[in-house]
């Protein structure tokens, strides 16, 4: 047993926003709370867990569940999808995390704080070849991705206050997530099957990413010195195509395999006309400047230092993944 995983003995754990996504992470975990503005969808609860509703920006609420049950290692997953409005953001990953923060360093018995940021934070759609943490920096404005910038605001706090009151602190920098209870990237695959815009696809190569399918691996508690005020890149550890995970999907789920190739320059042209569309009507297409950039730009990071440091491990390898989406779609009657 390592350093870190035998500091998980005996500790009580709350998750902030372990209603959603990332609930799934702290499944059989021993001594589990989840507070939330809603509570799980029918059949997602976790076994044996409390489960807590409030907002977080309620610090005396928050705080209240926190020492009246002795939690000493917190979990902020809380995080608004892409593609929602600027002060959303603001308000949850940058005011919401100060609360949580703060909350965390008044009550007597929290002893851990791990936020769930982002490779987003460090993203200003540069091209990224196996980066690490320590070769890039966070964005500077919210121009290009306010979801991303917000994320670098919120984690910077986090990491500085590391060590203060007695809270350490840890980063946790996912990139794109797909799995189960996904509201965002597994619909819209299914989304593109169904309106028959899968075939589509920018320029005749396609780019390098990175995915993470999230299971419970790896401890994350920052207890140790030598992971406490550190920030990780975190995702499956072998950078694939960008069209792979999808493509793979659309095949399992029956698709007729077919490529209609857009020119880059052509796609460009669409996602600034999206773009002017939007501050005329207030209304937002699926294509972006950002989402264009995601498409056609190689965007993979180094997880080796969390693999070394917290002994992360992806369980679930790409294909995998795919092929889980592919059956919950067809139980759900997406596609035959």
Known sequence: MSEVESEHAGRDYLVIGGAGFLALLARKEPHVAVYDLNNPPEGDALEGATYFLGDILDESNLLDVLNKHSITTVFHVVSPIHGLGRELYYRVNIEGTKSILSACRKASTVTSLVFTSSTGCVWAGQTVSGATEEELTYLTDDKFDVYG????????????????DGVRTVAIRPCGMLGPRDNQGMW?????????????????????????????????????????????????????????????????????????????????????????????????????????????????????????????????????????????????????
């Open 149 to 164: 910038y917000t994320k670098g605001r919120a984690e910077e706090t986090v990491l500085k206050a590391n060590g203060e």
């Open 188 to 336: 819209q695959i299914a989304a593109a099957l169904e309106s028959g815009q899968y075939v589509y696809k920018f320029g005749k190569e396609d780019v390098w990413s990175d995915m993470t399918y999230p299971t419970k691996s790896g401890p994350t508690r920052p207890t140790a010195t030598r992971i406490s005020g550190q920030a990780f890149f975190v995702n499956n550890g072998e950078p694939i195509r960008y069209r792979h995970y999808p493509v793979t999907t659309w095949n399992l789920m029956g698709a007729e395999e077919k490529t209609v190739v857009i020119p880059l320059w052509v796609g460009w042209i669409m996602a600034k006309i999206s773009e002017l569309s939007f501050w005329f009507t207030g209304k937002r297409g699926p294509l972006t400047m950002y989402s264009y950039t995601v498409m056609t730009t190689d965007q993979y990071y180094s997880s080796e230092k969390a693999k070394k440091v917290l002994g992360w491990e992806p369980r679930w390898w790409n294909d995998r993944g795919a092929e889980q989406h592919a059956q919950k779609q067809k139980r759900k009657g997406k596609r035959d």
